[in-house]
């Protein structure tokens, strides 16, 4: 048994240049583990509190020096001498010392820091690769509650084109993303994808958009008139790289509503034009998107707290289109049972930062697949070189993983991991 020696916090920075916190944790055995974690732009309500210093004099307020010092100070104290494989344990004891329903007071950058940076050092003492520690894990988790899936490669779901809080161009869906279905590796994935993206940055330097400048996530950030503009160029794309849309490669939006909706209704971009819809008439939107192109996801396609809409969303389209919750259900156990429970959605975005430890992470997994539910392993728009999420979708033979683009490093260290991944699966 490894036991806990040391934490130790850094500030680092992540891809839009905004701090965040490492965590460097050691184990008596010599072991090192270490985690970054991510940072959203497009955050839900509710999802676990980010614990930013508030100094102006430093980063615009956004220094993580408190979470930080949090690491080394409480959490250092009290995991010290645990086990390291018992996660379970290690994330009950950070819940409990933080003691707040979304971990406001230590931060959830603080405990998730240390969570993972615990998982990491759990296998390096065990010298087996991160996935293999966390399917233990999953093993532990699901026993005698959900079938245990094998390790398994997620299918990528991956952004062509970025828009709302991700891009300066003026698309109200934050992203339009392509999934390489028919592909048979991963490999051919990932060859699939960089062929559809340089024809896409093609088509849109030829008609005039900005077919080389991208977002925060890698998706080209064109200033198109719309929507399903965005959608049709993507289309077209996949049709250039020589592949069959809805055959080869389906599309996936992430709409990300909750941003242009104000209380009431949905204020969007149609043809040039603002409207505002209420709930019904997004639906209908929504309905008639999915039947005009070769859809097979949606995600966040309403508000985070219009729960009936989502119901009757999921009434009409669920059979057909996976329906995923983000900002609904924030890899929140509870609000994901709510999901459950009123029919709100069929799958669910898995986020770690927005719950704030591996175990309760892979308590909503659980709970998901236990439902039917699929899962999306997501990174955020501001990440690091951290490949933490690669490991974890493997581990719980996720559906999808949601990484961004195939251009920017934070995306690529993730791409590359799962390819060396597939190595070792085989
Ligand atoms: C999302 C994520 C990732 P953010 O909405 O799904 O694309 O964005 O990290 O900004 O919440
Ligand atoms: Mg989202």
């Known amino acids: 048994m490894a036991t806990i020696a040391e934490l130790r916090g850094r500030e680092v920075l992540d891809s839009r240049g905004w701090p965040t916190v490492e965590v460097d944790l050691r184990c008596h055995d010599g072991a090192l583990g270490r985690a970054i974690v991510p940072s959203g732009a497009s955050t839900g309500a509710a999802e676990a509190h980010e614990l930013r210093d508030g100094d102006a004099k430093r980063h615009d307020g956004r220094g993580v020096l408190r979470a930080v010092a949090h690491v080394d100070g409480e959490i250092a104290a009290a995991l010290r001498g645990m086990d390291v494989a018992d996660q379970a344990a290690i994330d009950g004891r950070l819940i409990e010392l933080d003691g707040t329903p979304n971990k406001s007071r230590l931060g959830a950058n603080a405990v998730l820091g240390s969570s993972l940076a615990a998982a990491h050092a759990a296998a390096a003492s065990q010298s087996i690769p991160l996935w293999r520690h966390l399917h233990r894990l999953v093993e532990r988790s699901f026993a005698g509650v959900a079938p245990v899936p094998n390790p398994a490669l997620p299918m990528p779901m991956t952004n062509a084109i970025s828009g709302g809080l991700h891009a300066g161009g003026n698309l109200d869906f934050q992203d339009v993303l392509v999934m ?52 049709e160029f993507v289309v077209r794309a996949i049709e250039a790289a020589g592949l069959s849309p809805g055959d080869d490669v389906t599309i996936a939006l992430d709409v990300a509503a909750t941003h242009f909706f104000d209380g009431h209704r949905y204020n969007i971009r149609r043809g040039g034009q603002r409207e505002s819809l209420a709930s019904g008439d997004m639906i209908d939107f929504i309905d008639r998107i999915a039947k005009r192109f070769p859809i097979a996801s949606i995600e ?5 707290e219009d729960w009936p809409a989502w119901t009757g969303l999921t009434a009409k389209l669920g059979e057909k289109l996976q329906i995923v919750g983000d900002d609904l259900i924030a890899t929140n156990p509870k609000r994901l049972q709510r999901a459950i429970d009123e029919r709100a959605a069929n799958a669910a975005l898995i986020k770690l930062n927005q719950i704030g430890t591996l175990s309760e992470t892979l308590d909503a997994i659980r709970l998901a697949r236990s439902a039917g539910f699929r899962c999306v392993v997501s990174a955020r728009s501001g990440e690091t070189e951290d490949t933490t999420i690669a490991d974890l979708a493997v581990a719980t033979a996720a559906d999808q993983i949601k990484i961004g683009s195939i251009v920017r490093g934070e995306r690529l260290a993730k791409y590359n991991r799962l390819l060396r991944i597939a190595e070792e699966l085989n």
């Open 180 to 231: 390489p279905v028919g592909a048979t590796s991963l490999a051919e994935a990932l060859e699939w994808i960089a062929r559809t993206y340089r024809r896409l940055g093609e088509l849109l330097s030829a008609a005039g958009f900005e077919g080389r400048l991208v977002g925060d996530e890698g998706g080209f950030g064109p200033r198109l008139d719309g929507n399903e503009q965005a959608i």
């Open 300 to 304: 966040d396609p309403l508000a985070e």
